[in-house]
């Protein structure tokens, strides 16, 4: 069956630094890739989304990568804010119509 | 533009009682869904629709029904809750399929069946 797999563990750094979460699948070759965000108490919010012939996608000061031959995907926040703090999904289509999600990883930015 | 709309936002029920959960939305998306979401088991996905008068099963459909009479319209329905349905339940709609565009999140029902 599908998985992936996200760092369940907190990421944990300071604000002005880069924060790169991983997201890693298995048995399953995506046509796309996309990245939420989730507050507590909140529903996901939608940030990006990368193509499998994609190598690299820019939003302000996200950037997301998709490396389909490793299946991972790579997600970068620059010069991170507290603002920032958030639990952070990578999902993928497994179907035309339906999309998988990882269970997250919580990021927190400290000043 | 409210989005999607979740009603209600909180509830308790005892075992074995029923309840629908409404989800409204406003964007004229043709697909809707239902996931759940527990602790160390992310979201999962319980039962979607393509379009008005369709629905189809997910990951986890045991114990859960769902209609989609209306387009902005998709019900979740518990017949006889058990306390393994304690969970939070979002909603979701998309503008086309769930790949090629982000999905919209209601704010999420939180249900305790106790």
């Known amino acids: 069956s599908q998985k992936i797999e996200q760092n369940s563990e907190a990421l944990n750094i300071q604000e002005g630094k880069t924060a790169t979460l991983t997201c890693n699948y298995t048995?399953?070759?995506?046509?796309?890739l996309q990245w939420y965000r989730q507050d507590p108490g909140r529903g996901p919010v939608f940030l990006l989304l990368i193509r499998e012939n994609e190598k690299e996608k820019r939003k302000e000061r996200l950037k997301v990568t998709f490396d389909t031959t490793l299946k991972q995907s790579l997600f970068h926040i620059t010069a991170s804010q507290p603002a920032d703090s958030a639990t952070y999904l990578c999902a993928l289509d497994i179907d035309t119509d339906k999309l998988i999600f990882g269970t997250g990883t919580r990021l927190q930015v400290f000043p | 533009n409210a989005g999607v709309t979740q009603t209600p936002k909180f509830r308790v029920l005892k075992t074995g009682q029923s309840m629908t959960l409404l989800c409204a939305q406003d964007?004229?998306?043709?697909?809707m869904y239902w996931y759940r979401q527990d602790p160390g088991m992310g979201l999962r996905l319980i039962h979607y629709s393509v379009g008005e008068g369709t629905t189809a099963k997910g990951e986890v459909p045991d114990g859960y029904n769902v209609s989609r009479l209306k387009k902005q319209n998709f019900l979740l329905g518990l017949e006889s809750a058990a306390p393994s349905q304690t969970s939070v339940y979002f909603c979701a709609s998309s503008s086309w399929t769930g790949g090629a565009f982000g999905y919209t999140f209601g704010s999420g029902t939180r249900l305790t069946v106790v």
């Open positions: 048995n399953y070759s995506p046509a796309y």
């Open positions: 964007m004229n998306h043709e697909y």
